[in-house]
């Protein structure tokens, strides 16, 4: 596990209480371990991977939708579990089905206050377009990327699902006033919710680079270490929230952490402008009907 602080030394108690609570959450879903099992085989053929992942076929849907969005750029449409296995590859489909299953474990009914389609949209956009970013930066085939981009706000998702009271006042906070989502959660749950996803992913045994760029994907810069992972995330989540003004309530207001993206040579607003530019059409094109 990777040592990190809370934000706030405000309501103690009750970030033990959510601590405990998310413990008690922190088992890997049996479906993703059995579909990890196989994956993780040498000895595993595209045949016994396809059989696993073809038992749940929401995951399934979402794998083909994943696999022919704008930012795979393949010429082909992928109509089945074995086709993506063959041609995005088995690394690339684990990568996809882990972030999936986190999703969808961790999902709620949608409610006035969190609309689960744009939650899952925007978590879809900045994942596949984080691995988009570095792989266009020159950094990599992107699978960190993604999975990090994916499960950026996973912390949402679980203060939503687990935590509704304190969500709503969060919620109501950041309307009345106008003010920043990660501003207003520390004085209302006592942390906020990268630390609360980081918490559960570092249970969960995820490698360190990818629990400090959920950690700090609102802030790169404060990473010691290698920046670029989680410097991609936030332009990406910058790039996908600006693109779709005032849609995603809690980036609101959203501030660009300009020091930590010059670990991916971005050293002012000018060229995230042009970056934008450049990758705005493809936001705008893709479609995500679940």
Known sequence: MIAYTITQPLQKERVKVILRSIDKLAAVPEFLLDVLNVLENPKSSINDAAKVINKDQSIVTRILAVANSPFYGLYRKVASVEQALIVIGMNEVKNIVTTLTILETFKNKSDRYLNQKEFWEHSYLV??????LFMDFGYGRGSEAFIVGFLHDLGISITHKYFHESFIRIYNEVMANN?????????VIGMNHQEIGLNLIDRWNFPVELCQAVLFHHRPSKISGDKKLAAVVHLADYLVSSCNENKYFWDMNYTLDIE???????????????IKDKYSKMLESVSVNF
């Open 127 to 132: 994942g596949n377009l984080s691995k988009k």
């Open 260 to 274: 930590g993206l010059e670990s991916i040579g971005i050293t002012n607003i000018k060229q995230v402008y042009e």
């Open 179 to 187: 003010q920043n989502y990660t501003e207003v959660e520390p004085y």
